[in-house]
């Protein structure tokens, strides 16, 4: 296997920030990944693992240790009892295992079109857009297991998806490289419409059926309208996509915030998930004193979506951090809530 020395981070992630990885090398089996592992024990260097670099924050510093860039492809398909299983290699391109399940007219991942990555990010985030998240139809996880050198199958409970979170980034962080992904698609189905911004598409075009591939489209569409699709030469899209999570709130911190809302004239608009009440980040941000295109040097807010931080050109990992804690400064003093960072961040002492 071949260990590249000081090889540039900043070029593989979207956010374009950061320092180079001291050791860096590429897997494109699952032999490589334990080859890859083993030189990294025997040398006694941290691990990382890179899927598409679409929701990392690399240190200006770099990263000491080993970067393992994971290259495993294919997508293989399958009938089991009725559904269509897509088995897909962690280092296929989201967007084309997407396309292909569209393609072969296949619904449950159609409103996760346009997302950059790849697919071995997916489950770690539980990644979720227009009304559907990867948990809906992720059938089986295929792993290594650093503990026990193994290669495991986690079935979805076992991944104990919520949102934005799983075991891979929480109480097994660390602990697994995942080298496929299987998801069980339902041949023929309708697609999700549950979103406003999707249904509003729709509703404007007096569509009231539409195909799987006209909601891939119209999510692209409006992904592209916020600067959420990667389009190269597109400054607003230089992010790690939403630099903040939605809230999930309880009853009767919600009501609290109504009130506060309320006394300063703003409607707080909220939206019901399983797990409690969401309050829009962005909107948090935008009405604690950061406008879209609030700009602080070389980072900025981007101009079509308030929850991604930008890079303007030449920014540094220490400009991101410091918009960053200036933002949740603001919505800590304004609203008095903590809103906790989304992407990954490496390289840093402790989680900035
Ligand atoms: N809003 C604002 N200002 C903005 C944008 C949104 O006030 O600039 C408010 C509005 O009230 C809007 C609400 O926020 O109705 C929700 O906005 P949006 O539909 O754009 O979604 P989001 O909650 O900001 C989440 C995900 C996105 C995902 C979209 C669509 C998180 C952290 N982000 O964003 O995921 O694409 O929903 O489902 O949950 C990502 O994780 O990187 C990501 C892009």
């Not at 598409?52 to 009938?79: H, P, Y």
């Not at 998240?133 to 026990?148: C, F, G, R």
Request: charged share 25%.
């Amino acid at each position: 296997m071949l260990l590249q020395e000081n090889i540039p981070l900043a070029p593989m992630t979207t956010l374009g920030v950061g320092g180079p990885a001291r050791y860096f090398a590429e897997a494109r089996t699952p032999a490589d990944v334990r080859e890859a592992v083993r030189e990294a024990r025997k040398r006694g260097l941290p691990l990382f693992v890179l899927g598409g670099g679409s929701n990392l924050v690399v240190s200006d510093a770099g990263f000491a240790g080993l970067v393992l860039k994971i290259e495993t492809g294919g997508i293989e398909e399958r009938d089991d009892d009725g559904k269509l299983v897509l088995d897909a290699g962690a280092g296929v391109e989201w967007d084309a295992l997407v396309g292909h399940a569209v393609a072969r007219n296949c619904a449950g991942i159609e409103c996760l079109s346009g997302i950059p990555g790849t697919v071995g990010g997916t489950p770690v985030q539980n990644v979720g857009a227009y009304g559907q998240e990867v948990s809906e139809t992720i059938s089986n996880v295929q792993a290594l297991d650093l503990e026990s050198g193994e290669i495991v199958e986690l079935c979805p409970e076992a991944c104990r998806f919520a949102y934005r979170t799983s075991i891979f980034n929480t109480a097994a962080r660390g602990r697994y490289i995942i080298l496929r992904v299987s998801f069980a698609l339902r041949p023929g189905a309708a697609p999700t419409i549950k979103y406003a911004d999707l249904r509003h598409v729709f509703s404007k075009q007096k569509i009231e059926h539409p195909t799987l591939e006209q909601v891939r489209e119209a999510v692209r569409e409006i992904r592209r309208t916020k600067a959420m699709l990667i389009v190269p030469g597109d400054e607003d899209c230089c992010s790690a996509g939403s630099f903040f999570k939605n809230p999930i709130v309880t009853v009767s911190e919600h009501q609290r915030l109504l009130a506060v809302a309320a006394e300063r004239g703003y409607d707080l608009p909220s939206f019901e998930s399983g797990e409690g009440i969401k309050v829009p980040a962005a909107w948090l941000v935008e009405h604690s004193g950061f406008q879209k295109g609030y700009m602080r040097g070389a980072v900025a807010i981007s101009r079509r979506h308030a929850l991604a931080i930008v890079n303007r050109g030449g920014a540094t990992a220490a400009d991101i951090v410091a918009l960053k804690d200036e933002i949740q400064a603001g919505v800590r003093e304004q609203w008095n809530v903590e809103l906790k960072p989304e992407p990954v961040f490496v390289g840093f002492t402790g989680q900035p």
